[in-house]
């Protein structure tokens, strides 16, 4: 294959170390791999061995354009890319293999611009960094529509424990030896360094140019401007940044570039971002000389079902927990900012006191300070410190307790053991208002963070609605009635579809089927949906606006006065997927019952493998064991259960759990052992399918049919006495042997166990008790009428067919047929095949 400049291919890009941006070839090339040629003349080609085709080389370079001072120090040199200086994507990346065979031997420094020309077989080509330039668009920390759509999936999925890493042994060792404590209570942390980090290159060129960008871009903004010095006044005020005094000359040190995300729209709220990823002049930044730290915080479906525990509740906030934590003053000289009110004031070089937001290793100190504040006052606040670990979220602590005694109590006692290590809390919420009396008005919910205009009295708490008045969780939604939506805008919005609890699974669920469909339909990101798309859209998200504020999930599982617990977990599939769903089961005293909804997960079935129904049933089957382990490790601090029950209506994935792996077929053996060894044991029941709940998240159902729906909400039978449930006749499988499914006639007809065993013993008869030829068989021959195993495919709807020719091996023994069938000839290893019994030719 010939390349030349301006053809859009990837080459070699493992040991790619060069970027060459071309527009000698229009738009539409893009991504075609046809020769090209230079900007110049017609020659030369050069001759690639490997390409690769990729949608994104990099990102948009230069990132703006040049000023004309650059153009000009260029006009006599016979570039390979004239419109260099333009913003523009990455054509083309040449790997060191081809690159090197390009260059030619003129090298000319271009002043002042400070641009270095190399001359090679295309033209010049330009490297090195604008003298006095800095970019205009500082590294912003907001989310592509990829991480959205990547951390919309990850919440889809069951909680797992986190991996055991090395590393975080090493970062807790630090942690434990070097912190302190201050005679006010507060801590003092050391920066996790690792033990073999890289050291740092110079870092205050590229502070300096970010921040005479910043400036310029405050002085064109007064409302911003103002903003951001209120808030640098408000960080001197509180010590938490002052002037250095260390000489910088003879120690290592990091100057953090900073800028600032302003929304004027949001109660003009600034966010000052410091950012640890810039890189020094060696290519390292602070970031990557730093433990990032285990994962302390729980899972936020941890932490609302907690919240989900008490009678009385009360919602708050740690003020500025992150800047709480001091950092030592010996490594402060890594927390370094430049800063000054105006350009006619001298920039001077500031310290960062306390821990950082925007340094890898930040959250973890800011939490596991917290955690160490609650172990080391435990003996004196043992409720707050427990509430501590269980019921806080980073800077957000969801607690209560069962009158409105104890809750003053607890509240209380939270107050002092964070008054004990410097903390404050503020915006405080209570399903009692009561309870919050003697609280400063400053120290409550401000009414301007209440984002739901119609219903003052909702408020986002761990990013869910909450209703502290009807004390149950609701939804808002922001759907923009595009008429004529794309893929990229589809995404966009259920990819922002917050529900980290399953409540609303059914609506999701159909969603997630509908971006299937997108992926399936072939369409470019920004393409009008078809006609037939573009009307399911607009009738869901219609719906979705109409009805999805009248949904509320009461926010208190437990009653008055319970006396036993039961979890119950149903698990369903259908050809679009499976899902698991958990309710919690409990009577009181007086022997009333309640239901209530605690969490589902759904997962669409896989395009590419095509998986039969009984399998995506066992798929079910494996997510509702694994929600069950989250979920009961959850409760077992709060409660005792009484039993836990796992439902499904495939009578054979439960003949599949009573079976010994070892006896089934390895997609089978994987799951089915996944759910015997789980730590915590069910008791696996069927149920029919018309009395199965999953059966509404594994198809979905549209918002209005959600609304009300008699089953997802509660299932009325569980109200019910055990006695009345779906009885499992289902016989021990130990008295079926060699089972590997049951035929059964209706999902909500049980059969009984002579039933089953009639059954069994005529398909036994009619396929055999194992998949290959056994030894004493006698082999197949022309004639024979026979089934064709198909893996993907129910055993009653295999093709059958009549063997037309053998093929023994050297050996003598048969091992590949060919077989006529309805639809032609086909050739089958024998194991493939099964023989009906018939004794003579069937015509």
């Not at 903004?221 to 808030?231: D, G, Q, T, V, W």
């Not at 600034?270 to 302390?296: A, Y």
């Not at 966009?492 to 999701?508: C, E, H, K, Q």
């Not at 006698?778 to 004639?783: D, L």
Request: some cysteine; proline content about 8%; aromatic content about 8%.
């Amino acid at each position: 294959m010939h390349l030349a400049a301006g053809v859009v291919l990837l080459v070699n890009l493992v040991n790619s170390d060069t970027y060459l941006k071309n527009c000698a070839l229009p738009e539409s090339c893009l991504r075609i791999p046809s020769p090209g040629k230079p900007v110049h003349s017609s020659s030369p080609l050069t001759t690639v061995t490997s390409t690769m085709v990729v949608d994104t080389i990099a990102g948009i370079h230069p990132d703006v354009e040049l000023p004309l001072s650059v153009r000009s120090a260029t006009r006599s040199l016979h570039l390979a890319d004239p419109l260099f200086y333009k913003p523009g994507q990455i054509d083309v990346l040449l790997g060191a293999d081809v690159f090197g065979s390009l260059l030619q031997s003129d090298v000319i420094q271009l002043q002042p611009c400070g641009l270095t020309a190399i001359s090679t077989n295309f033209g010049y080509i330009l490297s090195g960094p604008v003298t006095n330039f800095p970019t205009s668009k500082p590294p912003m920390t907001a989310l592509s529509l990829t991480q959205v759509v990547e951390r919309f999936w990850k919440i889809e999925e069951p909680p797992e424990p986190p991996q055991p890493n090395p590393l975080d042994i090493e970062c807790e060792t630090l942690f434990k030896t070097t912190t302190t404590r201050n005679s006010d209570g507060t801590f003092v942390t050391r920066l996790p360094f690792l033990s073999d980090r890289p050291s740092l290159g110079e870092t205050r060129g590229i502070a300096e140019k970010r921040f005479l960008n910043l400036e310029k871009r405050l002085q064109m903004n007064p409302r911003l401007k103002s903003k951001y010095i209120e808030f640098m006044r408000e960080y001197q005020s509180l010590n938490h940044m002052s002037v250095s005094s260390v000489d910088l000359r003879s120690v290592e040190h990091y100057y953090v570039p900073h800028h600032g995300v302003f929304k004027a729209s949001d109660s003009e709220k600034l966010r000052v971002v410091f950012d640890g990823s810039s890189k020094s002049s060696n290519g390292i930044s602070l970031n990557e000389c730093l433990h990032t730290g285990p994962k302390l915080q729980r899972d936020i479906t941890h932490i609302l079902l907690n919240f989900r525990r008490h009678a009385i509740v009360f919602v708050t906030d740690i003020r500025m927990m992150f800047r709480m934590s001091w950092i030592h003053p010996e490594d402060r000289r890594f927390q370094l900012i430049l800063w000054r009110e105006s350009p006619s004031e001298p920039l001077l070089t500031y310290e960062l006191n306390t821990n950082t937001y925007g340094l890898r290793s930040s959250p973890y100190i800011a939490i596991r300070v917290l955690l160490e504040l609650a172990e080391q006052e435990r003996s004196k606040y043992p409720r707050a410190a427990a509430v501590i670990e269980s019921d806080v979220y980073v800077d957000d602590c969801l607690t209560g307790a069962s009158t409105l005694e104890e809750a003053r109590d607890l509240k209380i006692e939270l107050q002092s053991v964070m008054r004990a290590g410097g903390y404050e809390l503020r915006k405080w919420l209570s399903n009692k208002p009561e309870l919050l009396n003697d609280l400063p008005p400053d120290y409550l919910q401000p009414l301007h963070t209440i984002r739901d205009v119609e219903n003052p009295q909702t408020v986002a708490v761990l990013g869910v609605q909450f209703n502290p008045v009807t004390d149950a969780f609701t939804y808002t939604t922001r759907v923009d009635c595009d008429k004529c939506p794309t893929k990229r805008k589809v995404l966009s919005l259920i990819a922002r579809t917050f529900d980290p609890s399953g409540w609303i699974s059914p609506i999701v669920f159909k969603a997630k089927v509908f971006i299937q469909r997108l992926w399936l339909s072939g369409l470019d990101w920004d393409a009008p949906l078809t006609p037939e798309l573009t009307t399911e859209w607009l009738t869901f998200t219609e719906e979705l606006m109409s009805t999805i504020q009248q949904i509320s999930i009461p926010r208190c599982i437990f009653p008055p006065k319970p006396q036993t617990y039961t979890l119950h977990g149903f698990s369903d599939a259908s050809e679009a997927g499976f899902a698991a769903v958990i309710y919690l089961r409990a009577v009181d005293q007086q022997n009333n019952s309640s239901v209530h909804l605690l969490m589902s997960k759904t997962k669409v079935s896989p395009v590419r493998t095509r998986l039969t129904i009984p399998k995506l049933e066992l798929q079910g089957a494996a997510l509702l064991s694994k929600l069950v382990q989250h979920v009961v490790s959850c409760l077992q601090k709060s409660i005792v259960l009484d039993a836990i029950y796992t439902w499904t209506d495939s009578q054979i994935t439960l003949a599949w759990l009573n079976t010994s792996p070892h006896e089934l077929q390895t997609f089978e053996a994987n799951r089915v052992s996944q759910i015997k060894n789980a730590e915590i044991p069910s008791i696996w029941r069927h149920v029919p399918g018309s009395l199965n709940p999953a059966d509404c998240a594994s198809r979905g159902l549209s918002p209005r049919a959600l609304l009300n729906h008699p089953l997802w909400w509660c299932p009325k039978w569980l109200l019910e006495p055990p006695s009345s449930w779906p009885s499992d006749k289902l016989c021990p499988i130990a008295q079926l042997p060699g089972l590997r499914c049951l035929l059964v006639t209706s999902a909500s007809c049980i059969p009984s166990p002579d039933f089953l065993l009639e059954r069994f013993s005529s398909f036994q008869k009619l396929i055999g008790t194992r998949p290959k030829w056994a030894s004493h068989t006698e082999p197949p021959v022309v004639g024979d009428l026979v089934l064709l195993r198909e893996e993907n495919v129910p055993p009653l709807e295999w093709r059958r067919g009549r063997i037309i020719s053998i093929r023994p091996g050297k050996d003598g023994v048969v091992r590949v047929v060919q077989v006529r069938t309805a639809t032609g000839v086909l050739t089958r290893p024998t194991n493939r095949i099964i023989r009906l019994p018939v004794d003579k030719p069937v015509n």
